[in-house]
């Protein structure tokens, strides 16, 4: 596996995730912002102006976010340290390549996960050769990076994950329940066994998780927003992210992978 960093260094990067997405005014941004436009709260160093008080300033959604690490790899490496605001000829470009570098780093975030789970088995191989093609395409000059079929790669990073995932899920008397894709918005989950399940993409806002052991749980693309982990075990869990993570409800006692930092507004 190439040795790219798949965590955001926003110390590094061109304030990128404050300029390039388009903001609706919600519970997550206090304001509207269209696409390709600097949030008024960004500084001329790039650094955010009220990052000590986002969530009292209405915007939570910011401390949810996460770049994996490319942020800094196209403002560093992609367009080789030149900012947005000295060369503005290189904007747009550089603004169509972050969203493709940021999910080509996520699906190289989930891959190094499943590399873990299938280490020594034949299934390593093809974890390996699919990583190495995601990563030579995040490693391409801004007009290769624009001509990525995102909807392939995905689809081909979606299949083995989920190949990865039945086979880590299945041992200890098989998978548990397939709720991949449910609806389970604002429902009571405390009293079922979740243990082994794939919640693959399910809806689950507001949902309470409190004190479910989440062992072996396959969370990839679970929209967690608002749910309640408070006492919840993920610690096992599988493909869970940090956005998903601080767009959640916990406490001290919710148990997280050892790669995930406990969101600081959980404390
Ligand atoms: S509020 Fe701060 S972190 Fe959020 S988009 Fe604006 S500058 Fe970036």
């Given amino acids: 596996m190439a040795e790219v ?29 269209p696409a390709a436009t600097p949030c008024p709260n960004l500084a001329q160093d790039f650094r955010c102006g009220i990052h000590t008080e986002l969530r009292p300033r209405g915007f939570a959604g910011c401390t949810a976010y996460d770049c994996f690490g490319a942020g800094q790899r196209v403002s560093q490496v992609t367009f080789g340290g030149v900012d947005w605001r000295t060369s503005p000829g290189t904007a747009a470009q550089m603004y169509a ?39 030579a395409h995040a490693a391409g000059t801004p007009v290769a990076l624009q001509e990525v079929d995102l909807a392939r790669v995905g689809a081909a990073v979606g299949a083995l994950l989920a ?45 309470d998780l409190r004190g479910v052991d989440l062992g072996r749980t396959d969370l990839l693309g679970a929209d967690l927003r608002g ?15 940090g956005p998903q993570v601080a767009s959640a409800r916990g406490d001290g006692a919710t148990r997280l992978p050892c790669e995930l930092a406990r969101p600081d507004h959980w404390t």
Avoid: N
């Avoid at 965590?7 to 509207?32: N, T, Y």
């Avoid at 397939?178 to 919640?199: F, I, P, T």
């Avoid at 749910?227 to 992210?241: E, K, Q």
């Fill in 97 to 135: 390549v972050f969203p493709v570098v940021r999910e080509l780093h996520e699906l190289r975030r989930h891959l190094g996960e499943a590399a873990r789970l299938v280490a020594g088995t034949d299934l390593a191989v093809e974890v390996s050769a699919l990583d190495a093609e995601v990563e």
């Fill in 227 to 241: 749910a309640r982990l408070d006492g919840a075990d993920l610690s096992g869990s599988l493909f869970v992210t």
């Fill in 163 to 207: 190949t990865v995932s039945l086979a880590s899920r299945s041992g200890g008397g098989g998978p548990g329940p397939d709720l991949s894709r449910a609806d389970l918005v604002g429902s009571d989950q405390r009293m079922r066994d979740l243990r082994r399940a794939s919640l693959r993409g399910a809806l689950l806002l507001g949902a």
């Fill in 5 to 33: 960093e798949l965590a955001a260094d926003c110390s590094r990067c061109f304030g990128l995730c404050c300029v390039v997405p388009s903001f609706a005014a919600s519970a997550d941004f206090a304001i509207d912002k």
